[in-house]
T-cell receptor, first 113, second 111 residues
Framework: DAGVIQSPRHEVTEMGQEVTLRCKPI?????LFWYRQTMMRGLELLIY????????DSGMPEDRFSAKMPNASFSTLKIQPSEPRDSAVYFC???????????FGPGTRLTVL | GENVEQHPSTLSVQEGDSAVIKCTYS??????FPWYKQELGKRPQLIID?????GEKKDQRIAVTLNKTAKHFSLHITETQPEDSAVYFC??????????FGTGTRLQVFP
């Protein structure tokens, strides 16, 4: 198994542009999580899905952020419009079942100029 | 609300010494406690985990202990090596599929 796959690995964009991050979870994992990591705020959970349904989006910073999971093998996190304070590493993680470890993807390093 | 506190924030040890990182959690219903290691520029990786029905678990040089009464758990690394240098995160699952992470401990092992 290739593990959790994220793309792109690096993204540099200008303020105001739309950014779309992509994630493919491990096959058979029913849960998918989106995290944001910064030095100041650490690792923050943004949103997570179970069987493609959003369960908890209380960590999504504001309406500029949206996430979808159209099928079991694909999810997107979109920021529109992007702002410099959105610069961070965004991780996707998947989970087979509660009470087990989450497995993280390699992350997307986003820089908004 | 749900909270996990982690100490210390930084830890420096000499190669061969032991390192201990401690975490406390707020919700007594927590039943799953994983530890993650994150090397610079890399993803967090699960290194060991423990469930609430077990008091201690070992895997080679690393071990985790859990004290449910005091609501704290610890990571122990023995015979530390330079490649153990990383940021370590504890986490707790409050009886759900969601993990609450600690703020991380930066461990430096000096040769």
């Amino acid at each position: 198994d290739a593990g959790v796959i994220q793309s792109p690995r690096h993204e540099v964009t200008e303020m105001g542009q739309e950014v779309t991050l992509r994630c493919k979870p491990i096959s058979g994992h029913d849960y998918l999580f989106w995290y944001r990591q910064t030095m100041m705020r650490g690792l923050e959970l943004l949103i997570y899905f179970n069987n493609n349904v959003p369960i908890d989006d209380s960590g999504m910073p504001e309406d500029r952020f949206s996430a979808k999971m159209p099928n079991a093998s694909f999810s997107t996190l979109k920021i529109q419009p992007s702002e410099p304070r959105d610069s961070a590493v965004y991780f996707c993680a998947s989970l087979a079942a509660p009470g087990r470890g989450q497995f993280f993807g390699p992350g997307t390093r986003l820089t908004v100029l | 609300g749900e909270n996990v506190e982690q100490h210390p924030s930084t830890l420096s040890v000499q190669e061969g010494d032991s390192a201990v990182i401690k975490c406390t959690y707020s919700d007594s219903a927590s039943n799953y406690f994983p530890w993650y290691k994150q090397e610079l520029g890399k993803r967090p990786q699960l290194i060991i985990d423990i469930r609430s029905n077990v008091g201690e678990k070992k895997d080679q040089r690393i071990a985790v202990t859990l004290n449910k009464t005091a609501k704290h758990f610890s990571l122990h690394i023995t015979e530390t090596q330079p490649e153990d240098s990383a940021v370590y995160f504890c986490a707790a699952s409050f009886n759900t599929d969601k993990l609450i992470f600690g703020t991380g401990t930066r461990l430096q092992v000096f040769p």
